[in-house]
C-alpha cells in the first residue's frame, strides 16, 4: 500500500493506496464524521477530479451499522447507490456521525462526460483493508477499498 | 510473490503446504515468472480460503491471480454442503456472472477492414457504455421479476436474439432456481435503465479477427477461420448485481458471528448453504446470473443492429457465453464417487472437458470454448475445456491478463489520447467516452496474457485453440 493521490488541509485530508485491480480509499479527520467527509471526497476521486464537480442538488443519506467500520461501507456503499440511481457525482458533503447512525447531505451534479471525464464505476465498498481507527494526534482515520 | 515460500510440484503447479486452520492445500497454477508477478495476499488470500468449513480438495488460484476481496481473483474453490460447506458473496465477487460471449461475423478481414472507422463509430452509438449510462430500455417491476427469473431466454423471448443463440449459452441462458424476491428495491431501482449496458472499467466490446490458430481440429469444430472477424462482449450483471453483491456481503459479515465459523479476515464474509440466508444469497445471485445473461443478449442484439447498417452481408452467430464470476452447484468426482458441490469462480472460467454431461451438445466432443479476454492493445484467447480440467481445478481456467499495476500507476504512466494514437497506428480503434478511463486500461497496466495463457495450456486447465487480436474496441 502507498499514498498515491491525496488532498486537503493538514488536519483534514483524503488519499487513495494501490490495490491490483481496485482502489483503497483514506479519509483523515480531526473528528469520525469528517473523516467520513473526507472519505465520501475520496470516492468521488476514483471517478472524477472532485474538484470538477459543482453543487447544484442535494442529496439526503442515512444509514446504520453494527460497527463504525460497517457504517463506513455502508455510508460508501449509499454514496455508489446515489451516484448510480441518479447519474449523479457529487463533490460536497456534510457528515453527522451519532449512536451508530450516520445522517449526511452529498451535493452534487448530473454526470457530464465532457467536463468530468468519469474513468470508471465503482461497483461497491469491501470489507478489504476496512479500519476506522482514532489517530495518535487525536484524530480519525477511515479506509477501506472499493471494486471498480 | 516469492516462489520460495511455496513447493513446486511440476513446471506450472505450485502447493501451500496446510498450516494453521486450513483444511486443504492451496494450489496455484502458474509459471515461475506469473507467481514472482503475483501480490503476495494471493498466498495469503488462497491460504485463507482454504481455513473455511466444507472446502473439498484444495483452494485454487488461476495463472492470471492477483489480489482481491476475500478470495483471489482468479480463485476456485468447491464446498460440500454435507461437510458444512458455505457460500460467499466475496467468492463470487459483486459483478456477479461478470463474463464473455463471442460471435462469429461471418466475414473476413478484408470484407471488414474498409467500414471499420464507421463500424467503430456504429457500434460506439448503439451499445452504451461508461459511467452514468443508462440503456434505452426501462424495466418496469414486473418485467424485472420476468428477466430475472429468464436470464437470456427471457431476452429471446423479447425479440433481443434468436433460439440458436440460447443454445450456445451456458445454463441455456437461463441459470435455474433464480429467486428474483430475494432481490433487493435497491438492486431493482440500480437495474430498471440499465440492461444493454457494457459499464466501464475492464469491461469492452471488441471487434477482432482470429489471428492464429493452434489446433486446427478443434478450431474447425468452433467454426474458426484465420482472418475470420469475431465479436467479444465482455460485461456483467450491472448495477443488480453490484447491488447484490454488496448487501449480501455485509449481511454475511453482521451474522458471520451466529454460524459458529471461525474465519481469518472478516472479508472471508459467508453463510453455511444450508441456512436461510446461504440460501437467500444463492437464490438472489442466480438472478443475478440471469441478468448478465439477459445483459449480454440484450448487447448481442444492440451489436447485430450496428453491423446490419455498416455490413449487411454479416451474419452473426454466437460461438458461446461463458461467465468467469459464479458460484454453481455441480457434481464433481471427490475420492471415488461423484458428488454435489458448490463451485466459487471468482475471476475462473468454467472449462469443462469433452463428454462432459452439462455441455451444450454442439460442443460434447470438443469441450467447451473457453473465452479468455485480453487487454485492448493485446490479444484475446479461444482455448477449449479439458478432461483433466476437472481433476485439477474442478473444471476451471484463467478468465483474463489479470492487472500488473494499479489504476493510478497507470494513470501516472499514460495518457488517454496517448493510448488512443498508439494503438490507432497499429490499426486497433478505441472508442470510449473517457481519455482518463483509457489511461488507466491501458494494455501496458495489465500482465502477459499470452503467459497466463501458456502456463493453462501447459498444465491442462485448458488448451489453446486460436488467439483473437482487437481491430476496434469500445470501452466504457
Not at chain 1, 471526497?41 to 474538484?51: G, N
Request: include cysteine; charged fraction near 20%.
Amino acid at each position: 500500500m502507498g499514498q498515491i493521490q491525496s488532498s486537503g488541509s493538514a488536519s483534514a485530508s483524503w488519499e487513495h493506496f494501490s490495490h491490483d485491480a481496485d482502489i483503497g480509499l483514506v479519509g483523515i479527520g480531526p473528528t469520525k464524521a469528517e473523516a467520513f467527509r473526507q472519505a465520501g471526497i475520496a470516492l468521488t476521486a476514483v471517478v472524477t477530479d472532485p474538484v470538477s464537480v459543482q453543487a447544484v442538488t442535494a442529496v439526503p443519506i442515512v444509514c446504520r451499522a453494527p460497527s463504525d467500520e460497517l457504517l463506513l461501507v455502508e455510508w460508501l456503499d449509499a454514496l455508489v447507490y446515489e451516484m448510480a440511481v441518479r447519474s449523479m457525482l457529487f463533490g460536497a458533503f456534510s457528515v453527522d456521525i451519532a449512536d451508530g447512525e450516520l445522517r449526511a447531505t452529498a451535493w452534487g451534479e448530473q454526470v457530464d462526460l465532457e467536463r468530468h471525464e468519469p474513468a470508471v464505476e465503482v461497483k461497491g465498498a469491501t470489507l478489504t483493508a476496512l479500519q476506522v481507527s482514532p489517530t495518535p494526534g487525536g484524530g480519525w482515520r477511515v479506509q477501506c477499498v472499493v471494486d471498480v | 510473490m516469492d516462489p520460495s515460500s511455496l513447493i513446486r510440484k511440476s513446471e506450472n503447479e505450485w502447493w501451500i503446504t496446510p498450516v494453521g486452520g486450513m483444511r486443504v492445500p492451496g494450489v496455484i497454477y502458474a509459471s515461475e515468472r506469473l507467481v514472482r508477478e503475483m501480490d503476495e495476499k494471493v498466498r495469503e488470500q488462497v491460504s485463507n480460503v482454504a481455513t473455511l468449513p466444507g472446502i473439498q480438495r484444495a483452494s485454487y488460484a488461476m495463472p492470471d491471480a492477483h489480489w482481491g476481496y476475500g478470495f483471489p481473483i482468479g480463485g476456485v474453490a468447491a464446498f460440500d454442503p454435507q461437510e458444512g460447506g458455505i457460500v460467499s458473496a466475496g467468492g463470487v465477487g459483486f459483478d456477479i456472472s461478470c463474463g464473455v460471449r463471442t460471435l462469429h461475423t461471418g466475414l473476413t478481414l478484408d470484407e471488414v477492414s474498409s467500414v471499420k472507422g464507421r463500424l467503430a463509430t456504429s457500434l460506439a452509438r448503439s451499445v452504451p457504455a461508461g459511467v452514468g449510462s443508462h440503456g434505452r430500455i426501462h424495466l418496469d417491476d414486473a418485467e424485472l421479476d420476468a428477466m430475472l427469473r429468464g436470464g437470456a431466454q427471457w431476452a429471446v423471448k423479447r425479440a433481443f436474439g434468436v433460439a440458436a443463440d440460447l443454445d450456445v449459452t451456458e445454463e441455456h441462458g437461463c441459470m435455474p432456481d433464480a429467486r428474483p424476491e430475494w432481490v433487493s428495491s435497491r438492486a431493482r431501482r440500480r437495474q430498471q435503465d440499465e440492461m444493454g449496458t457494457l459499464g466501464s472499467g475492464n469491461h469492452y466490446l471488441e471487434v477482432q479477427r482470429v489471428a492464429e490458430i493452434y489446433d486446427t481440429t478443434t478450431a474447425t469444430a468452433f467454426g474458426l477461420r484465420t482472418d475470420e472477424v469475431l465479436v467479444s462482449i465482455h460485461c456483467g450483471s450491472r448495477g443488480l448485481g453490484h447491488q447484490i453483491g454488496t448487501e449480501f456481503l455485509k449481511e454475511m459479515a453482521i451474522a458471520e458471528g451466529s454460524f459458529g465459523i471461525a474465519i481469518p479476515d472478516r472479508e472471508l464474509a459467508c453463510a453455511p448453504v444450508e441456512s436461510e440466508l446461504g440460501r437467500r444469497y444463492l437464490g438472489a445471485m442466480r438472478a443475478g446470473i440471469n441478468c448478465a445473461l439477459a445483459n449480454r443478449q440484450i448487447i448481442t442484439h444492440l451489436v447485430r443492429q450496428a453491423f446490419a447498417d455498416e455490413l449487411p452481408a454479416a451474419r452473426l452467430t454466437l460461438l458461446y457465453d461463458v461467465s468467469h464470476n459464479t458460484c454453481k452447484l455441480e457434481e464433481h468426482r471427490l475420492d471415488r464417487a461423484p458428488k454435489p458441490v458448490f463451485v466459487h469462480r471468482k475471476g475462473a472460467t468454467r472449462a469443462l472437458g469433452p463428454g462432459h454431461p452439462d455441455l451444450p451438445p454442439a460442443f460434447s466432443e470438443t469441450g467447451q470454448p473457453v473465452l479468455v479476454g485480453g487487454t485492448m492493445g493485446t490479444a484475446s484467447y479461444v482455448l477449449v475445456g479439458t478432461k483433466d480440467s476437472e481433476r485439477l481445478s474442478f473444471s476451471s481456467s484463467c478468465h483474463g491478463a489479470g492487472r500488473a499495476m494499479s489504476r493510478h500507476e497507470a494513470l501516472r504512466r499514460w495518457k488517454g489520447r496517448q493510448i488512443v494514437d498508439e494503438l490507432a497506428s497499429r490499426g486497433i480503434i478505441v472508442r470510449s467516452p473517457s481519455s482518463r478511463g483509457v489511461a488507466e486500461e491501458a494494455p501496458g497496466a495489465y500482465k502477459d496474457v499470452g503467459a497466463v495463457v501458456e502456463a493453462a495450456d501447459h498444465v491442462g486447465l485448458s488448451r489453446k485453440v486460436a488467439r483473437l487480436e482487437p481491430l476496434i474496441c469500445v470501452k466504457g
